[in-house]
């Protein structure tokens, strides 16, 4: 009786251990303070405590988990107001990166231009602003005098089909959309991402929980994936910033997609796959989003080529709608990098960004890329928010200035983080 006692209180014990990057505090937190062996609970920033490698303190800290705040569409992608993560105050874990991402490139936005946080795209001249020439431009620019060698192509789903829910490709609308998928591929990118740009939505529905049904979503990413099939140099972008939905169903969704993609022909292209809460870097694991999307497989059962795609930006509510910046994202990213080696997969930052000349996203947005340099065995690399279409005034413009000699000038954040970063 003793010795069945003694084994019951070993595994009350066990079972009082939270596993590695576990949540292990914050308000309301009735599980596990403490954490196995070789890891110790970190206070990643006001909202959350995680099981991290070290053997600091295991207080923790206990807060309020934040509620879902109002947010406000910017110009083309979304006000995301999620969690921002301070500095650690421990050292950073033993990092075996190369030292170098193996991509680093831009958003040429437009053709997503009148598409909101609901899922709506204004179809016609509001909904749809092509970046044309003055993409294509921008694009051979940042690869033969940047060094860049990746794009990500917004595009609303309403302007592929021209607003018929669960309809073909429209002809000349996708004709259109894919002059810039063509003009990325001939700047001698060496990945060009075609990311539908509808927060996991079509005008107010959520994909398959009430809204547009999963085999819908799945015929428009067959069809698209079977226009480029052949081509490796390809990204499928799955969805743009879903967000406020439940993460388990919306999993299944994007396996409908990758099901889908991977029929059409394109069975090694990259899929990258985005979670919840905007797919917010600080939040990915946390919110489910790297649980669930682990579950999503190729049709062989692999997970090869499948890519989480996260997001993440430096002001004070994490929206991207400042121009000065509040934190390097540093402790984010250590701690989603470390997951991702604990659990053999890779991410891609997809949206990042600042102010263009403001001196704090200078030195913050370069000390970001600088730690995922330093974990570019699980992160392939950046992309900056946003040229394209966009006025130069625009708040996180990384628009170049085009000279009279045909030349361009780069603001200072492409300079100096997103392209400087990259060599």
Not at 19 to 38: D, E, I
Not at 262 to 286: C, H, K, V
Request: charged residues 10%; hydrophobic residues 35%; negative net charge.
């Amino acid at each position: 009786m003793k010795t069945t006692i003694a084994v019951l209180a070993a595994a009350s014990t066990v079972a009082a251990q939270q596993s590695a990057y576990g949540q292990c505090g914050g308000q309301g937190w009735s599980g596990a303070t403490t954490c196995t062996s070789g890891y110790y609970c970190y206070a990643q920033n006001s909202y959350y405590s995680q099981c991290v490698p070290g053997t600091a303190s295991t207080t923790v800290k206990t807060t309020a988990k934040p509620t879902t705040a109002t947010t406000t569409a910017k110009p083309v992608s979304s006000t995301k107001t999620t969690t921002s993560s301070a500095a650690p105050t421990s050292s950073a874990p033993v990092t075996s990166g190369s030292g170098k991402v193996k991509y680093a490139g831009i958003n040429i936005a437009g053709f997503d231009f009148g598409c909101d946080t609901t899922g709506t795209c204004q179809l016609g001249t509001n909904g749809a602003y092509p970046p044309g020439a003055k993409g294509q431009a921008q694009m051979n620019h940042f690869v033969k005098d940047d060094g860049l060698n990746v794009f990500r192509l917004p595009v609303g789903w309403q302007y592929l089909v021209n607003g018929v829910l669960g309809g073909t490709l429209n002809a000349a609308n996708f004709a259109t959309y894919d002059t810039l998928v063509q003009n990325c591929l001939s700047s001698g990118a060496a990945l060009c991402e075609i990311d539908v740009h509808n927060y996991a939505r079509w005008n107010g529905g959520i994909i398959g929980q009430g809204g547009p049904t999963n085999a819908q979503f799945a015929s428009l990413w067959s069809q698209i994936a079977a226009k480029y099939a052949n081509n490796p140099k390809i990204a499928f972008g799955v969805m743009n910033e879903p967000h406020d939905l439940d993460i388990n169903t919306w999993a299944t969704s994007v396996q409908a997609a990758v099901t889908a993609i991977r029929q059409a022909g394109a069975t090694s292209n990259m899929i990258w796959l985005p979670g919840t809460d905007y797919t917010s870097a600080a939040n990915f694991i946390e919110n489910g989003s790297a649980a669930a999307l682990s579950k999503v497989t190729n049709l062989d059962g692999s997970t090869t080529n499948l890519i989480f795609d996260v997001h993440k930006y430096l002001d004070s509510d994490n929206s991207g709608t400042h121009s000065s910046c509040t934190t390097n994202n540093v402790a984010a990213f250590q701690t989603l990098g470390n997951w991702l080696r604990m659990n053999k997969r890779q991410a891609i930052l997809s949206e990042t960004g600042g102010g263009p000349t403001d001196s704090s996203c200078l030195t913050d947005v370069c000390q970001e890329l600088d730690e995922l340099n330093l974990y570019s065995d699980v992160y392939l690399g950046w992309i900056g928010w946003a040229a394209g279409n966009f006025d130069p005034s625009y708040v996180l413009s990384e628009v170049p200035t085009q000279n009279s000699d045909g030349s361009f000038t780069d603001v200072p954040l492409v300079t100096q983080c997103i392209a400087g970063k990259f060599h």
